[in-house]
């Protein structure tokens, strides 16, 4: 049986009071949804995407001062960064309560907090009284969902309930900021810029995005986001594109059937809103292999070939 498409935030809310999935839009992505206190729900989380247990998951809430209530100890850099960019597409990763499950954070001491800035999962978060549990909605290591469309493709067999929120505003995941010893470290770039968060801390901040076989934080291992066929991530696209061969291409137009455009201006927000969408694009058109630009490596062109990178591995 396939999930229910609705556009409810209180059927979510219902459904997810009684330990079952639901597919949730943020800004970012669309997340697959349980109650974070529940061990057996959030085991479903699991099983539904077949993602290993060694990959820990990201509790959302509706304000910082309920997500924060989940964290032993919150640094001051993490509180300052919580007023700037919450709500939004930045995660912090603080020491947990012991009232956060193992299996939530494979184990690890430190628990990934967010509160995410659609209105629709905002609606959900606030009818309930536990914090919500939410991978991206679909199969592990695939490319992440923008709408509703792509969660029923994937995961529409293996869950209860999607709520409808249009089109991902931001189209690629969180920002993931871990604070050891203190000190903020970016472990996965995303939706706030690496320059945002510099502007709001007035101080450096440290990046560690590299692949684990016992992640952090989620979406830290190596080969991810696979559209699989194989990716050549190259500088610049010298050949057009050809029915066993699509081509991408930044900052100009496709010039036929088999290219696609991640912005024909250049524009990092339009290339990350469609990065996920082109992705998958690739992977349902038939083709053998895709070239793909990298782009300019500043502000979210940062987090877009971190994506492109990893879906090449």
Same mark, same amino acid.
């Given at each position: 049986?396939?999930?229910?498409?609705?556009?409810?935030?209180?059927?979510?809310?219902?459904?997810?009071?009684?330990?079952?999935?639901?597919?949730?839009?943020?800004?970012?992505?669309?997340?697959?949804?349980?109650?974070?206190?529940?061990?057996?729900?959030?085991?479903?989380?699991?099983?539904?995407?077949?993602?290993?247990?060694?990959?820990?998951?990201?509790?959302?809430?509706?304000?910082?001062?309920?997500?924060?209530?989940?964290?032993?100890?919150?640094?001051?850099?993490?509180? *300052?960064?919580?007023?700037?960019?919450?709500?939004?597409? $930045?995660?912090?990763?603080?020491? *947990?309560?012991?009232?956060?499950?193992?299996?939530?954070?494979?184990?690890?001491?430190?628990?990934? $907090?967010?509160?995410?800035?659609?209105?629709?999962?905002?609606?959900?978060?606030?009818?309930?009284?536990?914090? +919500?549990?939410?991978?991206?909605?679909?199969?592990?290591?695939?490319?992440?969902?923008?709408?509703?469309?792509?969660?029923?493709?994937?995961?529409?067999?293996?869950?209860?309930?999607?709520?409808?929120?249009?089109?991902?505003?931001?189209?690629?995941?969180?920002?993931?900021?871990?604070?050891?010893?203190? *000190?903020?470290?970016?472990?996965?770039?995303?939706?706030?810029?690496?320059?945002?968060?510099?502007?709001?801390?007035?101080?450096?901040?440290?990046?560690?995005?590299?692949?684990?076989?016992?992640?952090?934080?989620?979406?830290?291992?190596?080969?991810?986001?696979?559209?699989?066929?194989?990716?050549?991530? +190259?500088?610049?696209?010298?050949?057009?594109?050809?029915?066993?061969?699509?081509?991408?291409?930044?900052?100009?137009?496709?010039?036929?059937?088999?290219?696609?455009?991640?912005?024909?201006?250049?524009?990092?927000?339009?290339?990350?809103?469609?990065?996920?969408?082109?992705?998958?694009?690739?992977?349902?058109?038939?083709?053998?292999?895709?070239?793909?630009?990298?782009?300019?490596?500043?502000?979210?062109?940062?987090?877009?070939?971190?994506?492109? *990178?990893?879906?090449?591995?």
């Amino acid at each position: 049986m396939n999930a229910i498409i609705g556009t409810d935030p209180e059927e979510a809310a219902r459904r997810l009071r009684l330990g079952q999935l639901v597919a949730l839009p943020t800004e970012t992505v669309y997340g697959l949804g349980a109650n974070a206190l529940d061990a057996a729900a959030v085991s479903r989380i699991f099983a539904a995407k077949n993602r290993p247990s060694f990959d820990p998951l990201i509790l959302h809430q509706s304000s910082p001062d309920r997500i924060l209530s989940y964290a032993r100890h919150v640094p001051e850099a993490a509180r *300052r960064l919580a007023e700037a960019c919450w709500p939004g597409p $930045l995660t912090l990763v603080l020491d *947990r309560i012991p009232a956060v499950p193992d299996l939530v954070t494979s184990g690890l001491d430190t628990v990934a $907090l967010r509160v995410p800035a659609h209105p629709l999962i905002r609606e959900v978060l606030e009818a309930v009284d536990f914090p +919500v549990a939410a991978p991206s909605a679909n199969p592990f290591g695939f490319v992440s969902p923008v709408n509703a469309t792509h969660v029923g493709e994937q995961l529409g067999d293996r869950i209860d309930y999607i709520l409808d929120g249009g089109p991902c505003r931001v189209g690629v995941e969180s920002t993931i900021v871990a604070f050891p010893e203190d *000190r903020p470290t970016v472990l996965r770039k995303g939706g706030t810029t690496l320059e945002r968060l510099q502007e709001i801390l007035r101080e450096p901040v440290a990046v560690q995005t590299h692949g684990s076989s016992r992640p952090a934080a989620p979406g830290m291992l190596t080969h991810h986001y696979s559209p699989g066929i194989k990716l050549h991530l +190259v500088e610049q696209v010298e050949r057009a594109g050809s029915s066993d061969h699509a081509v991408v291409r930044f900052g100009e137009p496709a010039r036929n059937a088999h290219e696609f455009s991640l912005s024909d201006t250049g524009d990092l927000e339009e290339a990350a809103q469609r990065l996920f969408t082109i992705l998958r694009f690739l992977a349902g058109g038939g083709y053998r292999e895709a070239t793909v630009p990298r782009v300019p490596d500043r502000g979210l062109g940062q987090a877009i070939n971190d994506r492109l *990178r990893r879906a090449s591995q």
